[in-house]
Protein backbone atom coordinates (compact mmCIF):
# COMPACT_ATOMS: atom_id res chain seq x y z
CA UNK A 1 0.00 0.00 0.00
CA UNK A 2 1.83 2.72 -1.33
CA UNK A 3 1.30 6.47 -0.17
CA UNK A 4 0.31 7.69 -3.27
CA UNK A 5 -2.35 4.76 -3.45
CA UNK A 6 -3.14 5.80 -0.42
CA UNK A 7 -4.03 9.85 -1.25
CA UNK A 8 -5.73 8.47 -4.73
CA UNK A 9 -8.10 6.22 -1.93
CA UNK A 10 -8.73 8.81 0.20
CA UNK A 11 -9.75 11.49 -2.45
CA UNK A 12 -12.49 9.33 -3.47
CA UNK A 13 -14.33 8.88 -0.70
CA UNK A 14 -18.31 8.53 -0.98
CA UNK A 15 -20.05 11.95 -0.95
CA UNK A 16 -23.30 12.93 0.20
CA UNK A 17 -24.07 13.59 -3.34
CA UNK A 18 -23.50 10.17 -3.82
CA UNK A 19 -25.71 8.91 -1.00
CA UNK A 20 -28.52 11.10 -1.66
CA UNK A 21 -28.32 9.74 -5.51
CA UNK A 22 -29.08 6.29 -4.00
CA UNK A 23 -31.74 6.89 -2.43
CA UNK A 24 -33.44 8.99 -4.80
CA UNK A 25 -34.61 11.99 -1.74
CA UNK A 26 -32.56 15.06 -0.21
CA UNK A 27 -31.56 14.41 3.09
CA UNK A 28 -31.79 17.42 6.21
CA UNK A 29 -32.56 17.91 9.21
CA UNK A 30 -36.39 18.21 10.80
CA UNK A 31 -36.00 20.33 13.93
CA UNK A 32 -38.95 19.74 16.27
CA UNK A 33 -39.33 22.34 19.05
CA UNK A 34 -41.53 23.28 21.54
CA UNK A 35 -43.03 23.22 25.11
CA UNK A 36 -42.95 19.75 26.85
CA UNK A 37 -46.61 18.29 26.11
CA UNK A 38 -47.14 20.32 22.72
CA UNK A 39 -46.54 17.43 20.32
CA UNK A 40 -42.93 17.40 19.36
CA UNK A 41 -42.89 13.51 19.97
CA UNK A 42 -46.43 12.78 18.70
CA UNK A 43 -46.02 14.61 15.34
CA UNK A 44 -42.23 13.03 14.85
CA UNK A 45 -43.30 9.49 15.04
CA UNK A 46 -46.75 10.21 13.02
CA UNK A 47 -44.33 11.90 10.14
CA UNK A 48 -41.56 9.26 10.44
CA UNK A 49 -43.87 6.43 9.99
CA UNK A 50 -45.11 8.19 6.85
CA UNK A 51 -42.16 9.21 4.96
CA UNK A 52 -40.61 5.40 5.44
CA UNK A 53 -44.19 4.13 4.01
CA UNK A 54 -43.09 6.20 0.98
CA UNK A 55 -39.59 4.58 0.76
CA UNK A 56 -38.01 8.01 2.29
CA UNK A 57 -34.23 6.67 4.35
CA UNK A 58 -35.05 8.12 7.83
CA UNK A 59 -33.87 8.52 11.23
CA UNK A 60 -35.95 9.89 14.30
CA UNK A 61 -33.47 11.04 17.48
CA UNK A 62 -35.20 11.81 20.45
CA UNK A 63 -34.81 11.99 24.45
CA UNK A 64 -35.39 8.11 24.39
CA UNK A 65 -32.35 7.04 22.28
CA UNK A 66 -30.17 10.20 23.13
CA UNK A 67 -30.21 10.82 26.83
CA UNK A 68 -29.79 7.45 28.05
CA UNK A 69 -26.74 6.76 25.62
CA UNK A 70 -24.64 9.61 23.75
CA UNK A 71 -25.70 12.43 26.51
CA UNK A 72 -26.31 10.32 29.17
CA UNK A 73 -23.14 11.91 31.27
CA UNK A 74 -25.06 15.45 31.05
CA UNK A 75 -27.77 17.07 33.35
CA UNK A 76 -30.23 19.76 33.34
CA UNK A 77 -28.04 22.73 33.99
CA UNK A 78 -28.54 25.41 31.21
CA UNK A 79 -24.71 24.52 30.25
CA UNK A 80 -25.74 20.58 29.98
CA UNK A 81 -28.61 21.57 28.14
CA UNK A 82 -26.79 23.97 25.41
CA UNK A 83 -24.24 20.83 25.18
CA UNK A 84 -27.51 18.73 25.31
CA UNK A 85 -28.20 20.37 21.76
CA UNK A 86 -24.67 20.70 20.38
CA UNK A 87 -24.38 17.12 20.34
CA UNK A 88 -28.01 16.43 19.25
CA UNK A 89 -26.87 18.95 16.20
CA UNK A 90 -23.52 17.48 15.51
CA UNK A 91 -25.13 13.84 15.43
CA UNK A 92 -28.20 15.28 13.12
CA UNK A 93 -25.53 16.65 10.76
CA UNK A 94 -23.80 13.28 10.76
CA UNK A 95 -27.17 12.19 10.01
CA UNK A 96 -27.62 14.36 7.03
CA UNK A 97 -24.04 13.91 5.77
CA UNK A 98 -25.51 9.92 5.84
CA UNK A 99 -28.03 11.11 3.77
CA UNK A 100 -31.01 10.41 5.90
CA UNK A 101 -33.89 12.86 6.33
CA UNK A 102 -33.24 13.42 10.22
CA UNK A 103 -36.00 14.14 12.90
CA UNK A 104 -35.05 15.84 16.09
CA UNK A 105 -37.87 15.58 18.43
CA UNK A 106 -36.10 18.24 21.54
CA UNK A 107 -37.82 21.22 23.99
CA UNK A 108 -34.37 22.63 22.75
CA UNK A 109 -35.68 26.20 24.53
CA UNK A 110 -33.12 28.28 23.72
CA UNK A 111 -32.63 29.76 20.08
CA UNK A 112 -29.60 30.21 20.16
CA UNK A 113 -28.40 26.44 20.47
CA UNK A 114 -31.11 25.98 17.53
CA UNK A 115 -29.31 28.58 15.42
CA UNK A 116 -25.68 27.11 16.22
CA UNK A 117 -27.20 24.21 14.70
CA UNK A 118 -28.68 25.63 11.65
CA UNK A 119 -24.95 26.90 10.94
CA UNK A 120 -23.57 23.38 11.42
CA UNK A 121 -25.27 22.49 8.40
CA UNK A 122 -25.65 24.18 4.90
CA UNK A 123 -28.54 25.80 3.97
CA UNK A 124 -31.78 24.58 3.25
CA UNK A 125 -31.05 21.42 5.45
CA UNK A 126 -32.07 22.83 8.52
CA UNK A 127 -35.98 23.01 8.82
CA UNK A 128 -37.17 24.06 11.79
CA UNK A 129 -40.86 23.07 12.68
CA UNK A 130 -42.24 25.09 15.62
CA UNK A 131 -44.65 23.03 17.16
CA UNK A 132 -46.76 25.42 18.62
CA UNK A 133 -49.35 24.89 21.83
CA UNK A 134 -49.99 27.41 24.50
CA UNK A 135 -48.74 27.04 27.74
CA UNK A 136 -52.22 26.30 29.42
CA UNK A 137 -52.83 23.54 26.76
CA UNK A 138 -49.59 21.76 27.02
CA UNK A 139 -50.20 21.62 31.22
CA UNK A 140 -53.94 20.52 30.54
CA UNK A 141 -52.45 17.42 28.41
CA UNK A 142 -50.00 16.81 30.79
CA UNK A 143 -49.32 13.32 29.03
CA UNK A 144 -46.32 11.82 31.41
CA UNK A 145 -47.55 13.83 34.15
CA UNK A 146 -44.30 16.24 34.41
CA UNK A 147 -46.17 19.73 34.73
CA UNK A 148 -47.68 18.63 37.86
CA UNK A 149 -44.32 17.78 39.24
CA UNK A 150 -43.01 21.14 38.35
CA UNK A 151 -45.69 23.22 40.00
CA UNK A 152 -45.62 21.15 43.21
CA UNK A 153 -41.37 21.60 42.69
CA UNK A 154 -40.43 18.54 42.18
CA UNK A 155 -39.02 19.23 38.94
CA UNK A 156 -36.71 22.51 38.74
CA UNK A 157 -35.70 24.29 35.75
CA UNK A 158 -38.96 23.12 33.84
CA UNK A 159 -39.41 25.00 30.81
CA UNK A 160 -42.76 26.76 30.42
CA UNK A 161 -42.31 27.08 34.46
CA UNK A 162 -39.43 27.99 35.67
CA UNK A 163 -37.61 27.76 33.03
CA UNK A 164 -37.65 30.12 29.93
CA UNK A 165 -39.06 29.20 26.13
CA UNK A 166 -37.58 30.99 22.83
CA UNK A 167 -40.56 30.81 20.53
CA UNK A 168 -38.46 30.46 16.79
CA UNK A 169 -38.59 34.17 15.33
CA UNK A 170 -38.46 32.29 11.60
CA UNK A 171 -39.36 29.06 11.65
CA UNK A 172 -39.56 27.33 8.05
CA UNK A 173 -42.94 25.60 9.21
CA UNK A 174 -45.32 26.26 12.11
CA UNK A 175 -47.82 23.59 13.46
CA UNK A 176 -50.95 24.82 15.47
CA UNK A 177 -51.86 21.61 17.92
CA UNK A 178 -54.62 22.93 19.59
CA UNK A 179 -55.72 23.92 15.96
CA UNK A 180 -54.44 21.24 13.54
CA UNK A 181 -55.24 17.74 13.79
CA UNK A 182 -52.33 15.48 14.03
CA UNK A 183 -53.29 14.25 10.68
CA UNK A 184 -53.05 17.45 9.27
CA UNK A 185 -49.84 18.64 10.32
CA UNK A 186 -48.40 15.24 9.28
CA UNK A 187 -49.80 16.73 5.93
CA UNK A 188 -48.38 20.18 6.01
CA UNK A 189 -45.11 18.68 6.49
CA UNK A 190 -45.40 16.10 3.64
CA UNK A 191 -46.51 18.96 1.56
CA UNK A 192 -43.63 21.23 2.36
CA UNK A 193 -41.02 18.53 1.66
CA UNK A 194 -42.48 17.83 -1.93
CA UNK A 195 -43.08 22.06 -2.78
CA UNK A 196 -39.69 22.32 -2.05
CA UNK A 197 -38.27 19.20 -3.68
CA UNK A 198 -36.90 17.25 -0.38
CA UNK A 199 -39.02 14.68 -1.72
CA UNK A 200 -40.58 13.58 -4.91
CA UNK A 201 -43.79 14.91 -5.19
CA UNK A 202 -44.93 11.77 -7.00
CA UNK A 203 -44.32 9.35 -3.83
CA UNK B 1 -54.74 14.95 19.73
CA UNK B 2 -56.00 12.71 22.22
CA UNK B 3 -53.54 11.21 24.74
CA UNK B 4 -55.09 7.57 23.62
CA UNK B 5 -54.23 8.83 19.70
CA UNK B 6 -50.51 9.89 21.25
CA UNK B 7 -49.81 6.36 22.65
CA UNK B 8 -50.93 4.34 19.69
CA UNK B 9 -48.81 6.48 17.55
CA UNK B 10 -45.33 6.25 19.84
CA UNK B 11 -46.16 2.06 19.57
CA UNK B 12 -45.94 2.30 16.16
CA UNK B 13 -42.49 3.69 15.52
CA UNK B 14 -40.64 2.51 12.56
CA UNK B 15 -38.18 -0.17 13.89
CA UNK B 16 -34.51 -0.93 13.01
CA UNK B 17 -35.69 -4.13 11.35
CA UNK B 18 -38.13 -1.92 8.95
CA UNK B 19 -35.30 -0.12 7.58
CA UNK B 20 -33.40 -2.90 7.46
CA UNK B 21 -36.24 -4.44 5.06
CA UNK B 22 -36.22 -1.16 3.16
CA UNK B 23 -32.37 -0.98 2.68
CA UNK B 24 -32.26 -4.53 1.60
CA UNK B 25 -28.93 -5.25 3.77
CA UNK B 26 -28.43 -5.86 7.53
CA UNK B 27 -27.19 -3.29 9.78
CA UNK B 28 -23.51 -3.12 11.58
CA UNK B 29 -20.45 -1.54 12.63
CA UNK B 30 -17.31 -2.57 11.31
CA UNK B 31 -15.07 -0.68 13.61
CA UNK B 32 -11.12 -0.75 12.12
CA UNK B 33 -8.72 -0.59 14.96
CA UNK B 34 -4.95 -0.39 14.49
CA UNK B 35 -1.99 2.00 15.08
CA UNK B 36 -1.79 4.97 13.18
CA UNK B 37 -0.13 4.60 9.74
CA UNK B 38 -1.26 0.89 9.99
CA UNK B 39 -4.08 1.45 6.86
CA UNK B 40 -7.67 2.06 8.64
CA UNK B 41 -8.49 4.97 6.80
CA UNK B 42 -7.39 3.87 3.97
CA UNK B 43 -8.95 0.77 4.23
CA UNK B 44 -12.27 1.69 5.37
CA UNK B 45 -12.61 4.34 2.54
CA UNK B 46 -11.83 1.85 -0.01
CA UNK B 47 -14.40 -0.88 1.25
CA UNK B 48 -17.00 2.19 1.79
CA UNK B 49 -16.56 2.95 -1.87
CA UNK B 50 -16.72 -0.90 -2.75
CA UNK B 51 -19.90 -1.49 -0.97
CA UNK B 52 -21.57 2.11 -1.70
CA UNK B 53 -21.03 0.45 -5.58
CA UNK B 54 -23.25 -2.36 -4.56
CA UNK B 55 -26.24 -0.36 -3.70
CA UNK B 56 -25.24 -0.92 0.06
CA UNK B 57 -26.29 2.20 2.80
CA UNK B 58 -23.31 2.92 4.49
CA UNK B 59 -21.57 6.41 6.10
CA UNK B 60 -17.90 6.36 7.72
CA UNK B 61 -16.78 7.84 11.28
CA UNK B 62 -12.94 8.94 10.97
CA UNK B 63 -11.24 11.80 12.65
CA UNK B 64 -12.27 14.17 10.29
CA UNK B 65 -15.76 14.29 10.95
CA UNK B 66 -15.85 13.73 14.66
CA UNK B 67 -13.25 15.55 16.04
CA UNK B 68 -13.87 18.81 14.64
CA UNK B 69 -17.21 18.33 15.52
CA UNK B 70 -19.12 16.05 17.90
CA UNK B 71 -15.53 15.64 19.89
CA UNK B 72 -14.16 19.29 19.37
CA UNK B 73 -14.19 19.58 22.98
CA UNK B 74 -12.48 16.55 23.92
CA UNK B 75 -8.08 16.28 24.29
CA UNK B 76 -5.89 13.65 24.11
CA UNK B 77 -5.81 12.83 27.73
CA UNK B 78 -6.52 8.78 28.90
CA UNK B 79 -10.18 9.90 29.91
CA UNK B 80 -10.96 12.32 26.81
CA UNK B 81 -9.63 9.27 24.75
CA UNK B 82 -11.97 7.30 26.65
CA UNK B 83 -15.12 9.57 25.93
CA UNK B 84 -13.71 10.18 22.38
CA UNK B 85 -14.40 6.29 21.75
CA UNK B 86 -18.22 6.51 23.91
CA UNK B 87 -19.50 8.87 22.33
CA UNK B 88 -18.27 7.40 18.54
CA UNK B 89 -19.90 4.61 19.98
CA UNK B 90 -23.15 5.88 21.14
CA UNK B 91 -23.34 7.30 17.65
CA UNK B 92 -22.22 4.76 15.68
CA UNK B 93 -25.32 2.54 17.87
CA UNK B 94 -27.36 4.69 16.45
CA UNK B 95 -26.26 4.50 12.63
CA UNK B 96 -26.79 0.76 12.86
CA UNK B 97 -30.62 1.32 14.32
CA UNK B 98 -30.82 3.91 11.45
CA UNK B 99 -30.28 0.70 9.22
CA UNK B 100 -26.65 1.65 8.00
CA UNK B 101 -23.69 -0.40 7.67
CA UNK B 102 -21.45 1.87 9.90
CA UNK B 103 -17.41 2.37 9.30
CA UNK B 104 -15.47 3.39 11.87
CA UNK B 105 -11.77 4.27 11.68
CA UNK B 106 -9.99 5.22 14.41
CA UNK B 107 -6.64 4.48 16.65
CA UNK B 108 -9.21 3.34 19.58
CA UNK B 109 -6.13 1.70 21.61
CA UNK B 110 -8.08 0.37 24.58
CA UNK B 111 -9.53 -2.73 24.67
CA UNK B 112 -11.61 -1.57 27.49
CA UNK B 113 -13.09 0.82 25.46
CA UNK B 114 -14.07 -1.29 22.13
CA UNK B 115 -15.32 -3.59 24.52
CA UNK B 116 -17.79 -1.09 25.86
CA UNK B 117 -19.16 0.04 22.30
CA UNK B 118 -19.56 -4.02 21.64
CA UNK B 119 -21.77 -4.26 24.20
CA UNK B 120 -23.73 -1.25 23.49
CA UNK B 121 -24.46 -2.99 20.58
CA UNK B 122 -26.60 -6.34 19.86
CA UNK B 123 -25.37 -9.55 18.98
CA UNK B 124 -23.63 -9.59 15.89
CA UNK B 125 -23.54 -5.97 15.54
CA UNK B 126 -20.03 -5.19 16.04
CA UNK B 127 -17.23 -6.68 13.92
CA UNK B 128 -14.02 -5.73 15.20
CA UNK B 129 -11.54 -5.45 12.15
CA UNK B 130 -7.89 -5.44 13.60
CA UNK B 131 -5.74 -3.47 10.72
CA UNK B 132 -2.46 -5.19 11.76
CA UNK B 133 0.65 -3.71 10.94
CA UNK B 134 4.40 -4.01 12.80
CA UNK B 135 5.20 -0.23 14.72
CA UNK B 136 8.27 -1.06 12.36
CA UNK B 137 6.14 -0.62 9.40
CA UNK B 138 3.86 2.09 10.41
CA UNK B 139 6.75 4.35 11.35
CA UNK B 140 8.65 3.53 8.30
CA UNK B 141 5.28 5.13 6.21
CA UNK B 142 4.61 7.61 8.42
CA UNK B 143 2.35 9.54 6.15
CA UNK B 144 1.17 12.42 7.68
CA UNK B 145 4.90 12.87 9.41
CA UNK B 146 3.61 12.02 13.01
CA UNK B 147 6.03 9.70 14.17
CA UNK B 148 8.70 11.83 13.50
CA UNK B 149 6.92 14.42 15.64
CA UNK B 150 6.26 11.95 18.34
CA UNK B 151 10.00 10.85 18.16
CA UNK B 152 10.81 14.13 18.78
CA UNK B 153 9.02 14.94 21.63
CA UNK B 154 6.86 17.36 19.92
CA UNK B 155 3.47 14.90 20.56
CA UNK B 156 3.30 13.52 23.20
CA UNK B 157 1.32 10.41 24.59
CA UNK B 158 1.52 9.03 21.04
CA UNK B 159 0.26 5.86 20.48
CA UNK B 160 2.90 2.71 19.84
CA UNK B 161 5.49 5.12 21.20
CA UNK B 162 4.68 6.69 24.66
CA UNK B 163 1.18 5.68 25.23
CA UNK B 164 0.01 2.12 24.65
CA UNK B 165 -1.99 0.22 22.26
CA UNK B 166 -3.55 -2.77 23.19
CA UNK B 167 -4.18 -5.49 20.28
CA UNK B 168 -7.71 -7.72 20.11
CA UNK B 169 -7.70 -10.27 21.41
CA UNK B 170 -10.91 -12.17 19.02
CA UNK B 171 -11.30 -9.52 16.32
CA UNK B 172 -13.99 -10.94 13.69
CA UNK B 173 -12.00 -9.92 10.80
CA UNK B 174 -7.79 -9.36 10.74
CA UNK B 175 -5.66 -7.75 7.69
CA UNK B 176 -2.50 -7.67 7.47
CA UNK B 177 -1.53 -4.47 5.45
CA UNK B 178 2.11 -5.70 5.74
CA UNK B 179 1.57 -8.76 3.92
CA UNK B 180 -2.30 -8.61 1.93
CA UNK B 181 -2.53 -5.44 -1.22
CA UNK B 182 -5.23 -3.10 -0.46
CA UNK B 183 -7.72 -4.59 -3.36
CA UNK B 184 -7.03 -8.25 -1.07
CA UNK B 185 -7.94 -6.84 2.38
CA UNK B 186 -10.90 -4.75 1.04
CA UNK B 187 -12.29 -8.64 -0.53
CA UNK B 188 -11.49 -10.77 2.71
CA UNK B 189 -13.94 -8.19 4.90
CA UNK B 190 -16.41 -8.40 1.61
CA UNK B 191 -16.61 -12.07 1.81
CA UNK B 192 -16.89 -11.68 5.43
CA UNK B 193 -19.63 -9.76 5.10
CA UNK B 194 -21.74 -12.19 2.36
CA UNK B 195 -20.94 -15.07 4.01
CA UNK B 196 -22.16 -14.21 7.34
CA UNK B 197 -25.37 -12.84 5.52
CA UNK B 198 -24.81 -8.61 6.36
CA UNK B 199 -25.40 -8.18 2.61
CA UNK B 200 -26.71 -10.22 0.22
CA UNK B 201 -23.86 -12.96 -1.52
CA UNK B 202 -25.73 -12.30 -5.17
CA UNK B 203 -24.87 -8.74 -5.16
Not at 87 to 116: C, H, K, Q, W
Not at 131 to 145: F, H, I, T, Y
Not at 146 to 164: M, V
Request: aromatic content about 6%.
Amino acid sequence: MSQSTNIVWHESHVTKEERVNLNQHKSAVLWFTGLSGSGKSTLSVALEKELHAQGIHTYRLDGDNVRHGLNKNLGFSPEDRTENIRRIGEVANLMVDAGLLTLTAFISPYRTDRDNVRALLDENEFLEIYVKCSLEACENRDPKGLYKKARAGEIKSFTGIDAPYEEPNHPEITVDTEIQSLEESVQVIINYLKEKQYIDARR
